[in-house]
């Protein structure tokens, strides 16, 4: 008998985003990694370059530490780092620009336009932003109000949003957004 594997919602957060092996990608409120694993491993495929190109980034030592542990073997290649701050944090801006950000279950990032403008900030023109979101007990209607929350949220912050979807599989839902050109 075969047995399908059911995916989890970080393997579905990485699907949706879909990042490119070239991308340079910024994680806000990485907690253990687990989104990051996935997502780093779709970017393993890429050049290696300085500053490693995956950042996953938390207010928390305990969660970046365990996020290190977890993804050592991208950290050892140069691929990706975590580092402990609380967002927005300045220094992230001095680098070059991200091609994509997301963050997974951050309320900052739906409720706050001021955290949404300085993501903007640090994404290059026609980067993108992902918000994923998982509530305690799903529902469609309560999604579709997180998702339209987030949609205000993200278009205060002076981006331009691009699409929201929900599954019931995983629980969670998402509303991405882009940097506008120019
Ligand atoms: C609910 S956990 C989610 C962790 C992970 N993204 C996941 O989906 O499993 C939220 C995480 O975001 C971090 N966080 C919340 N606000 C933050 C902020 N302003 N700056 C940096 N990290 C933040 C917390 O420390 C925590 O690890």
Redesign the pocket.
């Known amino acids: 008998m075969a047995i399908l594997a059911r995916m989890d919602r970080h393997e579905w957060a990485a699907r949706t985003l879909s990042v490119r092996p070239g991308d340079r990608v910024l994680e806000?409120?990485?907690?253990?990694g687990?989104?990051a694993s996935h997502v780093c491993a779709e970017l393993a495929a890429g050049p290696r370059e300085a500053p490693p190109r995956f950042v996953g980034?938390?207010?928390?030592a305990k969660?970046t530490a365990a996020a290190g542990r977890r993804n050592a073997a991208h950290v050892a290649a140069g691929l990706a780092e975590f580092r402990t701050g609380?967002?927005p944090t300045p220094d992230l801006g001095a680098e070059p620009p991200f091609d994509v950000a997301y963050a997974?279950?951050?309320r900052?990032l739906w409720t706050d336009p001021a955290a949404a403008r300085a993501v903007a900030g640090l994404l290059r023109p026609g980067g993108r932003l992902a918000v994923f979101f998982q509530l305690p007990a799903w529902s469609a209607a309560v999604h579709r109000e997180v998702a339209a929350r987030a949609a205000r949220t993200l278009t205060a912050g002076g981006l331009a949003v691009a699409a929201d979807g929900q599954d019931v599989a995983v629980e969670s839902g998402y509303v991405t957004a882009v940097v506008p050109p120019g």
């Open positions: 806000i409120g990485c907690g253990h687990v989104t980034l938390d207010r928390s969660m609380p967002f997974f279950n951050v900052l």
